[in-house]
């Protein structure tokens, strides 16, 4: 609620923008001609009209042609009548029939129409179309929820902020993110939270970019340099080079920038930033590895605004060394508390793109950021998945995030994108540990869920869940509150290790039914049934994440549209139709996740709900599909934990389509074969790789197509900033993707350089060991769930190792 005071400053800065002066003791009025009505007289006709009413002319309302505005003495206060409820300002003629100047102009209206005495007269009124009684306190209470008042409130958080807290940034009052003026409470209510002294002192975060300028004046201070390297250049320092290197230094802005005399101020101006450069040119998955566990006892919190390419048809997961590093940095970083992970849900949303098919955000280890602009709405370019845990403010709406810029004292105002979502987050989780350093990763996950607050609540996605709180696609759990989180962690009971319950259902290869035209949408369901004594078993006393590795084959990967539905009947959308994508590659082993059933009671029976819309030519099969249910472990659980109740058991997952699983440790043999071309696209090994050779039939034609894109690979090594270029490579289809291509590195040449960059990153190097690990036997340990993909791991082990040093392949990361 807004505060009294604010009420008054609404209507004093309403009344002025209507009238110039304001005098309590008289009656205001409103005159309207309209637009066709309107010529150089019309202030004259006005002033005729005030006079015939026996009022004052007062002038015209502010810009607002159409209106004048007449006054009358009166003994009435303006404030007693308002029994009307009406929540139009504009009175219907009548309304105030028993007021005297509103009576005296119907009458007047009336003779001078109707009877015609006066030909002037009659002229005069047929100008004038109607007056409206003013009623002061009616139209305040509207401003209220409007701009004008707002304006004010948010204008006091400001001043109060840079009294108390001593902010003389220049850029501090357009750093509306920080405190909204003009929309107020669009922003991460962080003020509060600085004015108690929690400005991210002691937290170090980590930005995996473009490099950082710490020669800038408002990073040079917080500049991190003993947590920092060079992985493009291989040098100590992230020195930003290249022309359009200033992604990292505008991230690092907002979390770090200092409270100084340059540009605005960082979520957590006394934290630290260290810059790992890797989006700049071309790096290896082994350099990918080490960056992502950088110096991680230092660097706390790694904010990633970058991924595969967005475009609605890339499938790219972090496999083998890459889904270790993210392993190893939640079990080692941060003396064990796990690094935290940020990402961006990525800017595909306007190319119809999910984040559920990107293997960086849909992974469990990383927090998932999405977009809000500064009216609490979802930005179009914003993807959504059910992987997404929360939003925080960026560009969209006609606005961006005002931020350091590359150059020694240089600010933009055009920083934006799902981009500058994550290293908001990042600053927000920086206060968090500077007051909490003990959480874990895990425990910032609950804090966000427990203390996001949903916002945009007319959009019909939000469901209320049996946990209390809300989910939508779109917004995860909702917007952060930096104010919010820090009161929760400050108590905040930290979890207990993790656990989790993986259920493989193995069933007989089934065609999915074309739900296109379909009006009751039969889709193909298959059933998994969780029983208490698994849960107990797996000691699993609280669920957090859950994620689904699908197996199917299709003719149009886009195709399919896949929910995962809870015994409380609350529908996950793994997979959201890709209209874009056209791959024949269907989806293997593909971990699909999604946070919506956190703190649900697991147990019953879920179902996964396959549709095959968009098209009806096209067809597929579902295979199997691996639920795996991941949560706190009951600290009174003692024993090992049973985690594959069909393998460690004899207990089958009865009434279900699930049994156990003789089933993975087909998996490697089937996928091996087909790994001819070793990692071809840019796409990343995971998906691509295994889905090109996969898809048995399909695969001759695929696998050619693929090894074309190699070639091609080689001929253009990235470096250029179209977004495009890459994501033609993966798709698979070659055809016009040359021509395509060479278009497309042109117009993004000239035009979208900035938002996008390329790096090129290299192929598949060192693969895991996986051919070690036969999976069945594969257990494994709390805190190491299977990793992401590990099967395509295995496949892909054979393509590489040989090609490795030969190759320079293009994993290129999109900057966000
Ligand atoms: C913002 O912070 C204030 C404390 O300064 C708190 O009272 C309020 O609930 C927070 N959230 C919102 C949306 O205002
Ligand atoms: C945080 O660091 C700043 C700058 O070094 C210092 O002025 C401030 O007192 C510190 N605050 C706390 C709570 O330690
Ligand atoms: C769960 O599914 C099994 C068969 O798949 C069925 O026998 C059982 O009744 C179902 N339970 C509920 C609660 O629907
Ligand atoms: C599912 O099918 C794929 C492809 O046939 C196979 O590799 C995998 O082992 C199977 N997994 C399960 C859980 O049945």
Redesign the pocket.
Known sequence: MLPYYSVILACIVLVQAAIVKRDHSRQYYTLHFPQGHLDDATHHYARDIAHSLGTRYEGQVGELKTYFVVSSTTTQSPLEKRSTTSSSTSLSPGDDSDDPVVASFHQQKHQALVKRWDESHTFLWSKVQRIDKQKLRKRSKRAVIPPAPVLNTGKLVLEDAQASLGIMDPGFTKQWHLVNQEHTGNDINVTSVWKQGVTGNGTIVAILDDGVDYKSRDLKDNFYAEGSYDFNDHVDLPTPVLWNDYHGTRCAGQIAASKNDACGVGIAYNSKVSGIRILSGEITDVDEAAALNYKFQENDIFSCSWGPTDDGKTMEAPNGILADAFVNGIENGRGGKGTVYVFATGNGGDAGDNCNFDGYTNSIYTITVGALDHTNKHPSYAERCSAQLVVTYSSGGGKSIYTTNHGSAECTDIHGGTSAAAPNAAGIFALVLSVRPDLTWRDMQHLCVQTALPVDLKDDDWKKLPSGHMYNHKYGYGKLDTWAIIEAAKVFKNVNKQTHLELPISMTKTKIPDTTADKHKKPLQS?V?VTQDMITAAGLLRLEHITATVNIEHQRRGDIQIVLQS?NKVESELAAVRVGDASSDGIHNWKFMTVKHWEENPV??WTLLVYDEINADSTGHMLNWTMTLFGEMDPEFEGEPVHRPGVNHDTSNE??TSGDKSAPSATPTQNKDSHAPPRPTRVKPATTSSSDSDSASPAATTATVTSHMNDDESVSPGGSTMAGDGDEKDSGHSGFIYAFIGTAVLLGLATTMYLYKRNQRRSPSLPRQSSAIPAMDYEFDELKPEDEDEDEDEDYVQGTADDRPLLSQDQGRQVR
């Open positions: 059933i049934q015994p019953g029976n009434g279900t």
